[in-house]
T-cell receptor, first 115, second 113 residues
């Protein structure tokens, strides 16, 4: 099955700085890589995703890059703001004929943006 | 409609109670999921339904019983739970086989007393 590793587990930055979170995956057939932001007591919210036919996707201050050869993908947040403070999860899918599709999550990164 | 709706938002139940969690989506997603999430941990997969049929059961104890009445609805029936089952229960849905648009509901915060 899929194995997803996420680093770092905690990240503290100053407001205005950039933050980068990295994930690696094991299943070379994986083709969809979402990132979720989870604030305390709330649900994981999809903030950006990338499909395997592109190498980079950007949405305002958030970008995701994908290297399929190396099997890693990264979340980049520029000009960080205190409201970016949350736990971020990466995920990768795997599909098995006998059991269908599932999404495997990384362990999460606690991002703290200090004013 | 791009939402997954879960009810109730909070639930406190005794160990002898029977209760149900409900989930609804109208995005045409044919895959629906139940997750359990403990504090500071990633969501942990419990069940997957594909085309209203159970396709994955992650060795979940039988005190949790899922049901998918139709393509828009997903229930989780709870009976004889233990205090360690207290957690955030999340429903999710996605396009089948490629996981595109994987969307979580707002969750039910369950406390077992």
């Amino acid at each position: 099955g899929e194995n997803v590793e996420q680093h770092p587990s905690t990240l503290s930055v100053q407001e205005g700085d950039s933050a980068v979170i990295k994930c690696t995956y094991s299943d070379s057939a994986s083709n969809y890589f979402p990132w979720y932001k989870q604030e305390l007591g709330k649900r994981p919210q999809l903030i950006i995703d990338i499909r395997s036919n592109v190498g980079e996707k950007k949405d305002q201050r958030i970008a995701v890059t994908l290297n399929k050869t190396a099997k890693h993908f990264s979340l980049h947040i520029t000009e960080t703001q205190p409201e970016d403070s949350a736990v971020y999860f990466c995920a990768a899918p795997s599909w098995r004929e006998t059991s269908g599709s599932r999404l495997t999550f990384g362990e999460g990164t606690q991002l703290t943006v200090n004013p | 409609d791009t939402e997954v709706t879960q009810t109730p938002k909070h639930l406190v139940m005794g160990m002898t109670n029977k209760k149900s969690l409900k989930c609804e989506q109208h995005m045409g997603h044919r895959a629906m999921y139940w997750y359990k999430q403990k504090a500071k941990k990633p969501p942990e997969l419990m069940f997957v339904y594909s085309y209203e049929k159970l396709s994955i059961n992650e060795s979940v104890p039988s005190r949790f019983s899922p049901e998918c009445p139709n393509s828009s609805l997903l229930n989780l029936h709870l009976h004889a739970l233990q205090p360690e089952d207290s957690a955030l229960y999340l429903c999710a849905s996605s396009q089948l086989d490629n996981n595109y648009g994987y969307t979580f509901g707002s969750g039910t915060r369950l406390t077992v007393v």
